[in-house]
């Protein structure tokens, strides 16, 4: 819905913004430490989820996370609330 | 609701937009469309949302959302619940969104004025106590003894009381919530839908990047602030006041965390002498005799 | 049905908001705008108009109110004066640049300090910059007149720029002089239901006015100017097409009075505009020849119409009810501009007059354009800007 305009005949009357996934582009270039889920620990609470200011975690079907690493700035919230563990953030690097 | 999987999945603010890592206030924009859904017009001010969105000509905000000036948050949803009235459409819930300086400072007036009009909107003032979109200057909601950029020896103030200064102006729905009790704050939300009147919700949300800790803690900070009984969650329905879980369990001091535990985990309180830190908890003190008073 | 009233200028502002079926007002009052609104208080209360009030605690309040009201999608209208006007200086700007065709009625007062309460221009004036569309009234009927007009200027496409309609207080805001109403159906007919170029609309969802970096920020200004040169087209033709359907037009830009072939050419703005007329038909009949040009519009600035007028003349004498303290009145200075690379340019004589609701009766217009011809005569104007009738 959102085009960059490339001339002025392209601007609306005053600046409307339209609803984009990625308004500050791939946030999850911003990360240092990346969370990485134990799916088999993953209780499926969906604690994760709710939390991330991101939006960054989607509730799969069977309410398992699934997490978008081109979005993810690597809080930490994820993994500091997971009620068993699941989600430990390692270093990009690694 | 009871469970966090009734939350719906729907997400009205887009990943990828330019919140702080960790931030606070987008935990709670989250969960405000969770409880409204999309059929919602927003006025924001000039706050960390304004930012949020992302610059022209994109937006994280799924719902329209209109900017302005930072001193009329109230005015404006007055013009904006005016408007749909006139046009005699029905259905969608307009929503105040403001910082903590656009709502007890500059934009007192204004909010002041619609709820003495008894607007019928939905004013959520999120608080990340200071101005967070400047860079963490000191606001009137600032907590006393915090570091901001302008009081970098720590304020000398106290807390203005918001949830009070609402709540004598006798609106219908005056309620503290915080990012970290989510079934709470999107309760109150609904709830403040479906009364009649200007509703004020007061949104504790912590911000790494104004007090200073790991982003990570968000959440576990606000935990901590409610369980020290530095921030009560309640609510003030016509008038009667009710304290909600699990505030409404620590009226006997004993079991409320001492503040300390809540404060140390931040350095924008790293200055606090022990006295300061004294003076804190018999405020806090004082202010839970005061809730059980006013409890029926 | 037509109704010819006997009413202040306040009123009849009030019966235009009325007749353009504006459907949210925002209402503070303040000297000596507050008949406006208690008038359409009146007609709110008593079923006569179907509007929202919204009796909201500030002008800068009221404006944003309007601002919001007008991108919900409904024609709006405020009214102020002074420092109520100064005090929604922000939102000014932003209703502007948020292009949104709202209609207010400034009631000239003086700016303090000190207080006062009677009539110059410093208040609107002071506000030329902001991008609103500036409306500048010598009777009640044209009061109510312009304010239709301007509701019909602002929501045209090609516009959609707010505009504020300017008169002078208690010389028409109190003064009661008889007006015609025409009838609504014929209102209705000139214009039509509200139009505005975006709106909030859940169905189509947008973020209004989020941050623009450098590099689209000049264009989205560009189409300001833009709008503002497209309204100094369509003035004109609006007050035509009201003239032929309701009998009033007023010059469109200018109102000219006998300039055709003046060798003096006074300009003013608002109700001095009438006392020239009086001055030069007493000075036509001894043989001198001089006209008068009543600036109507001051934004969009009528450059052209103001060439236009150089003719024959050898002097223009401009009368500002308004001064820029460290320079001289905005009339002075755009009218220079105006005439700047233009052949056979006449001098220009600056004078300052009314400030604080000093009257300006038209012997003292006489005066004026007399001091004007006789630096004409002698070619050479002996003091660029002339307080009028200071004390010493």
């Given amino acids: 819905m959102s085009k960059v305009p490339k001339s002025r005949k392209d601007l609306p009357l005053t600046p409307l913004s339209y609803p984009t996934f990625g308004s500050m582009g791939k946030t999850g270039s911003w990360r240092t430490f990346r969370p990485e889920v134990d799916y088999s620990k993953c209780t499926k609470c969906t604690i994760c989820w709710v939390y991330c200011p991101d939006a960054a975690i989607t509730r799969q079907n069977d309410d398992s996370p699934k997490i978008d690493y081109d979005y993810c700035k690597g809080c930490g919230i994820c993994a500091n609330e997971c009620p068993v563990k699941a989600i430990k953030m390692r270093r990009e690097e690694e | 609701m009871t469970t966090l999987k009734e939350l719906p999945k729907e997400e009205y603010l887009l990943k990828g937009h330019a919140a702080c890592a960790g ?92 709820a003495e009009r008894g607007t019928d909107f939905i004013y959520i003032c999120y608080d990340n106590e200071a101005y967070g979109n400047t860079g963490m200057q000191r606001s009137g909601s600032t907590p006393y003894g915090a570091w901001t950029t302008t009081t970098p020896l720590g304020k000398g103030e106290r807390k203005k009381d918001m949830p009070s200064i609402m709540a004598a102006h006798r609106i219908p729905y005056v ?122 | 049905m037509e109704q010819t009233i006997i009413d202040t200028a306040n009123h009849l502002a009030g019966y235009a908001a009325k007749a353009a079926r504006v459907k949210v007002v925002a209402a503070y009052p303040i000297t000596p705008q507050t008949t406006v609104v208690e008038k359409i208080a009146e007609f709110v209360e008593n079923g006569e108009m179907d509007a929202e009030y919204i009796r909201v605690e500030s002008e800068h309040s009221a404006m944003a109110a309007c601002i919001s009201a007008a991108a919900t999608g409904v024609r709006t209208f405020t009214a102020t004066s002074s420092h109520g006007l100064a005090l929604m200086h922000e939102a000014l700007h932003w209703a502007s640049g948020s292009r949104l065709p709202i209609v207010m009625t400034v009631v000239n007062r003086a700016m303090g300090a000190p207080w006062s309460i009677w009539p110059d221009f410093s208040d609107s004036l002071s506000q030329r910059d902001t991008g609103w569309i500036q409306f500048y009234c010598a009777s009640n009927q044209e009061v109510f007149d312009t304010v239709l007009q301007a509701y019909k200027l602002c929501e045209n496409e090609q516009v959609f720029l707010p505009a504020m309609v300017c008169l002078e207080g208690f010389i028409l805001s109190h003064t009661y002089t008889p007006a015609k109403i025409p009838s609504q159906e014929k209102i209705d007919s000139f214009l039509p239901p509200y139009k505005s170029g975006w709106s909030l ?44 359907r309701f009998g009033f037009e ?29 001055a030069v038909d007493k000075m036509r009949k001894e043989g001198l020849k001089v006209g008068s040009a009543r600036i109507r519009v001051f934004r969009p600035f009528p450059m052209e119409e103001i060439r236009k007028l150089i003719g024959n003349a050898q002097m223009f004498a401009t009368i500002d009810r308004h001064i820029s303290f460290g320079m001289e009145g905005f009339l002075a200075t755009e009218i220079k501009s105006s005439l700047l690379g233009q052949k056979d340019t006449p001098k220009v004589a600056g004078f300052i007059a009314g400030l604080g609701g000093r009257d300006v009766s038209s012997e003292t217009i006489e005066k004026i354009a007399k001091k004007s011809l006789k630096w004409m005569d002698t070619g050479k104007v002996e003091e660029e800007t002339v307080w009028v009738d200071l004390r010493k």
């Fill in chain 3, 250 to 278: 007023y010059g469109g830009l200018v109102e000219k009075y006998r300039c055709e072939d003046a060798d003096l050419v006074l300009f003013t703005m608002g109700t001095m505009g009438s006392d020239a007329k009086i």
């Fill in chain 2, 23 to 114: 931030c606070g206030p987008s935990i709670g924009l989250r969960l405000l469309f969770k409880a409204l859904g999309n059929k919602v017009i927003m006025a924001v001010p000039a706050c960390c949302t304004t930012v949020i969105q992302g610059p022209y000509p994109f937006t994280s905000a799924g719902v329209p959302l209109q900017n302005v000036l930072f001193e009329t948050t109230g005015a404006a949803a007055s013009g904006i619940v005016a408007a749909l009235h006139a046009r005699k459409l029905e259905g969608i819930t307009v929503v105040g969104w403001a910082g903590d300086g656009g709502t007890v400072d500059i934009g007192i007036q204004a909010l002041s004025g619609a």
């Fill in chain 3, 201 to 244: 609309d859940v169905d189509h969802p947008v973020s209004h006015a989020n941050l623009v970096a450098p590099d689209w920020f000049m264009e989205f200004r560009y189409s300001i100017q833009e709008a503002m040169e497209n309204a100094k087209r369509l003035i004109p033709e609006i007050d035509r097409d009201y003239g032929k």
């Fill in chain 2, 175 to 296: 309620a503290t919530a915080c990012t970290s009790y989510p079934i709470d704050f999107v309760n109150k939300l609904r709830k403040a839908k479906s009364i009649k009147g200007t509703k004020y919700i007061h949104l504790l949300a912590p911000c790494p990047t104004g007090w200073r800790y790991d982003t990570s803690k968000t959440v576990e900070l606000g935990r901590l602030a409610v369980q020290t009984g530095l921030w009560a969650l309640f609510e003030i329905e016509n008038g009667k006041f009710t304290l909600n879980s699990p505030s409404d369990r620590l009226v006997d001091k004993t079991k409320r965390k001492p503040v300390g535990e809540y404060l140390k985990l931040q350095e924008r309180f790293r200055g606090l002498t022990e006295e300061k830190l004294q003076m804190i908890q018999s405020w806090v003190d004082e202010d839970w005799v005061r809730y059980s008073k006013q409890c029926v």
